[in-house]
């Protein structure tokens, strides 16, 4: 029954945690070899084992603060439902050109048709040509799902659903559309841009580049990832929604290389209400990529400039942010390296209190002199340290094998609801 859905609520990058979205890295992410790495996003690949174990971490802090919903489980919902499981699976299959699969993947169980959907669906090798093929795969596993932050972004009570920027990754949004639209779990409403009436080849964007830094201030990544075609499709949307006031949409453009710049989030994160990780060469010493604040008007956007950088955009705006530096302040290459192992990724799960991993040494120590407690995980989840105890902290997870896939803590959680901040 609808009363007894979550209702989806998220107004900041900070709030106290209720609930979020994971999911647990699985088999997919070994149904992979080198020659397939590239294909598939990634610059190496993993070693499932570890991973989970890494992972296990990020899901046991965030379990003792809020309810954990997990993919699989609510995927398995909707495809419990005849007419659901239907409507995914065709589009599915046309949208990968895979119609010849359709009568197999509607036959199987809900259990295995979850696991060829996400771990994707072997060839049937019956004919030379198809032998010769060096497709292995009818449906190509979803290796990067356990970035659940992408697909899809929570933005106040709706779900927007992202257009990905490679076809490999564009299942992964299909699945989140259905999950909050047919699983019965969520009270929510959903801005798809992927709607035809609004196609456009050029057209995406990924939750990555997303952030809500107010409930009426949204920062955005302009890069590999989020095309300015996505970032106007959204703002199209606020301005059909003609709500009362002013929104602002702070825009950043981002390198096109090296790889670690696919997102915002890999560059900048919110830590607190005055609290910000930051990769400083691109956000506070930027000469090459422009920073835009665009401001909406009710149902018009009445001005669109050119300025210095997110930082001083959001302090005139009432949000003073005190930048933390990625890798510290003193030596150059290791700010690139941390940053390059997501030492920017971090996610908070209350104002001041965040996740992160712990390989990056020197963002730790600049996240100690800042007032930062740092604390591993593994403690928080054993009972030894209590969260409650600290104002700030930074709990760190091992992360040996999940930055392989090119992401950090909060490309990996999905937030469903926070609680609202006190400004």
């Known amino acids: 029954m609808k009363e007894n859905r979550l209702k989806i609520s998220v107004q900041s990058e900070i709030g106290a945690l209720d609930a ?26 993993l070693n499932l084992a570890i991973a989970r174990k890494e992972y296990e971490q990020i899901e046991g802090v965030l379990s003792s603060v809020a309810h ?12 419990d439902n005849p007419e659901h499981r239907r409507e995914l699976v065709t589009r599915i299959c046309i949208a990968e050109q895979a119609g010849n699969c ?89 801005i798809d841009l992927q709607n035809p009436a609004v196609a456009d080849g050029k057209l995406f964007i990924e939750g990555g580049d997303v952030q809500i830094a107010r409930d009426d201030i949204l920062v955005i990544g302009n890069g590999m990832r989020t095309s300015a075609s996505g970032i106007d499709a959204l703002i199209r949307h606020f301005c059909e929604q003609a ?20 997102h915002l989030d890999m560059v900048f994160t919110m830590l607190d209400r005055d609290k910000c990780m930051v990769f400083e060469p691109l956000i506070m010493r930027n000469r090459s990529y422009k920073t835009i604040h665009i ?20 302090r005139a705006l009432g949000m003073d942010l005190e930048p933390i530096s990625c ?23 209350a104002p001041g209190k965040v996740l992160c991993y712990a390989r990056n040494e020197a963002t730790l ?36 094998e999940l930055p392989r896939g090119g992401g950090g803590a909060r490309c990996m959680t999905m937030p469903l609801s926070r609680r609202a901040v006190e400004w």
């Open 20 to 45: 979020v979205l994971l999911h647990t890295p699985g088999t997919e992410v070994e149904n992979m070899t080198p020659r397939m790495a590239q294909r598939a996003l990634y610059s190496d690949i």
């Open 243 to 262: 709500p009362a006031g002013k929104r602002h949409i702070i825009v950043q453009q981002l390198p096109s290389a090296p790889e670690s710049f696919i």
């Open 365 to 400: 120590d600049e996240m100690d002199k800042h007032g930062f407690a740092v604390i591993s995980a593994r403690d928080v989840i054993s009972g030894k340290k209590k969260l409650a105890d600290y104002s700030r902290c930074c709990v760190t997870i091992q992360g040996s």
């Open 102 to 190: 359709f009568a197999t993947l509607m036959a199987m169980p809900t259990p295995q048709l979850v696991k060829a959907l996400i771990e994707g669906l072997p060839a049937k090798i019956d004919t030379l040509t198809a032998f010769l093929n060096e497709d292995y795969y009818s449906l190509f596993p979803l290796y990067n799902f356990y970035f659940t932050r992408d697909s899809s972004v929570t933005i106040g009570n709706n779900a927007l659903i992202c257009r990905m920027a490679n076809q490999v990754r564009a299942r992964e949004a299909m699945i989140m559309d259905a999950i909050y639209r047919c699983s019965g779990a969520f009270d929510c409403g959903t």
């Open 295 to 314: 401001t909406l008007d009710g149902s018009r956007v009445s001005r669109i400039r050119a300025v210095s950088g997110i930082l001083p955009t959001l």
């Open 68 to 79: 954990v919903y997990q993919v699989r489980d609510l995927l398995a919902r909707v495809l």
């Open 327 to 349: 890798g510290g302040t003193a030596d150059s290459w290791v700010q690139e390296r941390e940053q390059w192992h997501s030492g920017s990724n971090m996610f908070a799960f």
